[in-house]
């Protein structure tokens, strides 16, 4: 299961990498705002560029050197949970199995003037029985946070890429995940699927969990080593993968404005269609996060 995932996967977000950010562009700033407002909650010793050394003779020496903090961004996408830490940490690792992903990633970040040293990603697979070779350089572990935004639902063995994830971090480094609350599979109308608006004919396919319980989140976080100060967060519903793919203006809105949904231009009254996607703008979203345990004394 977990390798046909793999291969729907690969081939949908190959297809969608080059309109990717533009079709999610207002699902990504909430996201980043909902991130950045959440840092104490994430529980990473941030990375800051505000560090002074103690002040002599009333005279303030030069900044400390940035704190080394190092993010994996799996099934990172174009890079928006890297782009909303970033500011945070001093490196960020990308890794999607998608071709056309990863290129998407590092031109962003070239583009933003950062050296590969700082943003990159590569291509990779941590949830497939075998672990590529080009996986296992040094460079790919010992991190402080790893992520997840939004691919966990899409993933055929949760339990085991939340594993490797774990492996790849050092003791007391952190697992973050945002995905969706449980909810129903639909199948709405315009070909959509899966109640949060994959439109394009074969996205459902690729959709293996409808959501997430906090209970479930916990035994995975539990199981993979990462169950210390395992936290859940609620942050609201209004939330909508603008179909990873769909393309309609109104798909596009994050929560849906006072009056969307009364009926503009049909006279008050609501179709059917439009009933069921009113239900995909309530979905659900959580973020969750635990710590590596550390080293046995």
């Known amino acids: 299961m977990a390798g046909d995932a793999a291969d729907i996967n690969r081939s ?4 969608q990498a080059a309109s990717y950010d533009d079709k999610h562009r207002k699902l990504n700033e909430r996201l980043t705002r909902e991130l950045q407002a959440r840092l104490d909650f994430i529980g990473v010793d941030w990375a800051s560029d505000d560090e002074d050394s103690d002040e002599e003779d009333g005279e303030k020496n030069d900044k400390k050197p940035r704190r080394e903090v190092r993010l994996l961004d799996y099934a990172c996408g174009t890079g928006m949970m890297s782009r909303a ?16 992903m990863v290129a998407a990633y590092n031109t962003r970040a070239e583009n933003q003037g950062l050296s590969s040293d700082e943003m990159h990603a590569v291509l990779g697979d941590l949830a497939s029985e075998t672990i590529d070779n080009a996986l296992s350089s040094p460079e790919l572990f010992n991190f402080d946070i790893a992520v997840v935004g939004g691919g966990f639902h899409h993933f055929g063995d949760p339990e085991l890429a939340a594993k490797r994830l774990v ?11 945002w995905d969706f609350l449980p909810h129903g599979a639909r199948h709405g109308h315009n070909h959509k699927h899966d109640g949060h608006g994959h439109a394009e004919k074969d996205v459902y396919h690729s959709v293996m969990h409808h959501g997430f319980s906090e209970p479930r989140m916990r035994e995975i976080f539990t199981a993979a080593g990462a169950g210390t100060d395992f936290r859940l967060e609620h942050i609201g519903g209004g939330f909508v993968l603008s179909g990873h793919g769909h393309h309609t203006e109104q798909d596009q809105s994050i929560t849906a404005p006072s009056g969307e949904w009364e009926g503009e231009g049909t006279g008050g009254k609501r179709d059917k269609g439009e009933e069921e996607d009113k239900e995909a703008f309530r979905r659900q979203v959580f973020f969750a996060r635990g710590s590596k345990r550390g080293v046995e004394a």
């Open 12 to 15: 949908i977000f190959n297809e």
């Open 167 to 177: 492996e790849r971090l050092k003791p007391g480094g952190v697992l973050l995940i």
């Open 85 to 100: 830490l970033a500011p945070y940490t001093t490196q960020c690792v990308g890794m999607d199995i998608s071709e056309q």
